[in-house]
T-cell receptor, first 113, second 107 residues
Framework: KAGVTQTPRYLIKTRGQQVTLSCSPI?????VSWYQQTPGQGLQFLFE???????NKGNFPGRFSGRQFSNSRSEMNVSTLELGDSALYLC????????????FGNGTRLTVT | QKEVEQDPGPLSVPEGAIVSLNCTYS??????FMWYRQYSRKGPELLMY????GNKEDGRFTAQVDKSSKYISLFIRDSQPSDSATYLC???????FGAGTRLTVKP
């Protein structure tokens, strides 16, 4: 069974630009979560989608948004990029909302210059 | 106080040593407990998943949960250089992660 696939693996953007990251979950998984990982802050929860609906949102500014499609694939968008947005963005999928373990992709490494 | 506390290390041990990684938590609503291993430039990989107090063994890895003390542990027996990674504890209800412990196993 294929794992969680994230594209692209690496991105370099300049301040003020916007970026879209893509995630394909494990087949049959309906829940997709996004996390930001930085050395200083660890894993920080961005948002969670289930059946195309956002179920939970972390404490990030409105510049961070996401969506989920009917095939469970998900995208997240960051607008007006800031230097502090440089991080590893991880997508994780799970079978259900609660109790199922998360399965992570290898992330998109975003560098903002 | 953070909901999940994990010693960030780093932890360095010789090959063959027994490694003990620990997390404490404050929210008694957590029902599911996980350990993830993350290699450099990779996403976290699920190692262990359990929902009850007690021990769960998988090869060289043993996960221990003590709900009464709000304490979970991961033991690695006969540690190998390939075990060198960052280990994150996680727990749910609402998913929460520890900060991760960086482990180096020296040949």
């Amino acid at each position: 069974k294929a794992g969680v696939t994230q594209t692209p693996r690496y991105l370099i953007k300049t301040r003020g630009q916007q970026v879209t990251l893509s995630c394909s979950p494990i087949s049959g998984h309906r829940s997709v979560s996004w996390y930001q990982q930085t050395p200083g802050q660890g894993l920080q929860f961005l948002f969670e989608y289930f059946s195309e609906t956002q179920r939970n949102k972390g404490n990030f500014p409105g510049r961070f948004s996401g969506r989920q499609f009917s095939n469970s694939r998900s995208e997240m968008n960051v607008s007006t990029l800031e230097l502090g947005d440089s991080a590893l963005y991880l997508c994780a999928s799970s079978l259900t909302l609660e109790g199922s373990p998360l399965h992570f992709g290898n992330g998109t490494r975003l560098t903002v210059t | 106080q953070k909901e999940v506390e994990q010693d960030p290390g780093p932890l360095s041990v010789p090959e063959g040593a027994i490694v003990s990684l620990n997390c404490t938590y404050s929210n008694s609503a957590f029902q599911y407990f996980m350990w993830y291993r993350q290699y450099s430039r990779k996403g976290p990989e699920l190692l262990m998943y359990t929902y009850s107090s007690g021990n769960k063994e998988d090869g060289r890895f043993t996960a221990q949960v003590d709900k009464s003390s709000k304490y979970i542990s991961l033991f690695i027996r006969d540690s190998q250089p390939s075990d060198s990674a960052t280990y994150l504890c996680a727990m749910a209800g609402d998913m929460r992660f520890g900060a991760g412990t960086r482990l180096t196993v020296k040949p």
